[in-house]
T-cell receptor, first 115, second 119 residues
């Protein structure tokens, strides 16, 4: 099975711009979660989508949004970029079914630099 | 809110020796799962081992084992026969089942421990 893929791998944007990141989960997985990783805050949960519905959301401003398509692929959008949005954005996929012990498989991440 | 604390920002171990990474967590839930993830320089997060809170037996995966103390809310990772490829950031993480309340299903991570392996 192919792993979780994220595109693009690297992005450079300027303040005020918007950006869209993409995540393709492992085939058959219906849950996609997004995490932001920074040196200062560590790994923080952004949101989770399951069967095209947002099931859970972390404590991030409304500039961060996402969606999931019928094929389980997910996109994350950040509008009006700020310098502090520079980070590694990781997505993780899992079956999303009942229980919390299932493995979440992570993608390689998208590194976003905001200038 | 659940919190996960890793008190050792950095650790080092000689190749072939054993090292233990510490993790404590705070929760009022009774049903939850604990994980150790490894993040090498490539940044790809890889699951090392997981533990179900309702299981008293400590999980083991080859050279990796945990010491799970539920009452103490402690979840340490022991790496035996350390290898150069074990050098990475190690993250302890916590998750409750979906539907168990606010913050359910999301992984809550500690700040990580950077492990260096000395040849």
């Amino acid at each position: 099975k192919a792993g979780v893929t994220q595109t693009p791998r690297y992005l450079i944007k300027t303040r005020g711009q918007q950006v869209t990141l993409s995540c393709s989960p492992i085939s058959g997985h219906r849950s996609v979660s997004w995490y932001q990783q920074t040196p200062g805050q560590g790994l923080q949960f952004l949101f989770e989508y399951f069967s095209e519905t947002q099931r859970n959301k972390g404590n991030f401003p409304g500039r961060f949004s996402g969606r999931q398509f019928s094929n389980s692929r997910s996109e994350m959008n950040v509008s009006t970029l700020e310098l502090g949005d520079s980070a590694l954005y990781l997505c993780a996929s899992s079956s999303g079914l009942a229980g919390g012990g299932e493995t979440q498989y992570f993608g390689p991440g998208t590194r976003l630099l905001v200038l | 809110a659940q919190t996960v604390t890793q008190s050792q920002p950095e650790m080092s171990v000689q190749e072939a020796e054993t090292v233990t990474l510490s993790c404590t967590y705070d929760t009022s839930e009774s049903d939850y799962y604990l994980f150790w993830y490894k993040q090498p320089p490539s940044r790809q997060m890889i699951l090392v081992i997981r533990q179900e809170a309702y299981k008293q037996q400590n999980a083991t995966e080859n050279r990796f084992s945990v010491n799970f103390q539920k009452a103490a809310k402690s979840f340490s990772l022991k790496i035996s026969d350390s290898q150069l490829g074990d050098a990475a950031m190690y993250f302890c993480a916590y998750r409750t089942p979906w539907g168990s309340g606010a913050g359910s299903y999301q992984l809550t991570f500690g700040k990580g421990t950077k492990l260096s392996v000395i040849p």
